[in-house]
């Protein structure tokens, strides 16, 4: 009897990307001109973005109308100051991911409501005029992302099935910090119910492309403001589309075994695994 074997083998994407994509560390703050306690702790900017907001003063969902405002939410950065985080598992510049986006900042910015309490973004209220977003693989050789604001465009949302943009309560449907918004989506003049459509599952924030850049991969993002003032509440790395796997075959001894056919008896067949 000749016996024959095969293996299975499925390939998949490689990326760095972690169980934690958030910001791991803090490089190095200066808070910047009108800067004072209790917003100036640089350590609120790492880890995941804040879903609900406000505990012990207003409680209440984080949504694109109603941002994180806390102290322990958010660092600000004055005019003259700056914030420099590191990544442990390096953000990949990968033109796969959602939009071509690979990394995303997340502040305190919130439309302006033109249908109070009903939410309607009229516009945008604390975006970055003054912002300046560098990055770098290794801490010395930086370079800006250009024509991008490190506040702005597409306000935080924690969760994706609340209806109220003022809800006093917490979703049960978290949003996906990790998948930006469709850079093509227009929120401006949108009601609440199209802005949670619009964003489809994400949570916002300001996405950046690091193709411009001609790095593969960084490792430490720099944020500073030559005047005004805004906050940031997180920096995340961006979870890359799962990729089909291919099925290989290769001659070794595995889990698949053809074998000559035998007769049926009273025992069921026994598939290969």
């Given amino acids: 009897m000749r016996t024959t074997f095969f293996v299975f ?7 760095a990307f972690g169980a934690d994509p958030f910001a ?7 808070p910047g001109a009108g800067v004072t306690a209790p917003y100036n702790v640089p350590t609120m900017a790492l880890g995941s973005p804040e879903r609900f907001t406000g505990e012990g003063v207003f409680p209440s969902a984080v949504t694109p109308f109603n941002p994180p ?3 322990d939410e958010i660092v600000s950065i004055g005019a003259g100051g700056w914030l420099t985080v590191a990544f442990d598992e390096p ?6 991911n959602p939009f071509g986006i690979d990394l995303l900042i997340f502040g305190n910015a919130f439309f302006i409501d033109a249908s109070y309490p009903d939410g309607v973004a009229l516009g945008l209220f604390g975006g970055s005029r003054a912002g300046r977003v560098e990055v770098s693989p290794d ?3 930086w370079r800006d992302i250009f024509g991008v604001q490190p506040v702005g465009m597409f306000p935080n949302m924690g969760y994706a099935d609340i209806t109220d943009p003022y809800s006093l309560v917490a979703g049960a449907l978290p949003t996906d910090f990790t998948k930006p918004v469709n850079p093509a989506f227009d929120p401006f003049g949108k009601t609440y119910a199209e802005l949670v459509s619009g964003y489809a599952g994400s949570g916002g924030g300001v996405g950046i492309d690091l193709a411009s850049t001609g790095f593969a991969a960084i490792s430490y993002v720099r944020i500073s403001n030559a005047g005004g003032m805004f906050s940031i509440d997180a920096i995340s790395d961006v979870a890359p589309v799962p990729t089909p796997g291919v099925p290989l075959m290769l001659g070794c001894a595995g889990a698949l075994m053809a074998r000559r056919r035998r007769p049926y008896r009273d025992s069921p067949r026994r598939e290969g695994r």
């Fill in 9 to 15: 083998v499925m390939s998949s994407s490689v990326s």
């Fill in 24 to 30: 791991d560390r803090v490089v190095e703050y200066e």
């Fill in 69 to 71: 405002f806390n102290p």
């Fill in 91 to 96: 953000v990949v510049n990968d033109p796969l």
């Fill in 139 to 141: 801490g010395n050789e």
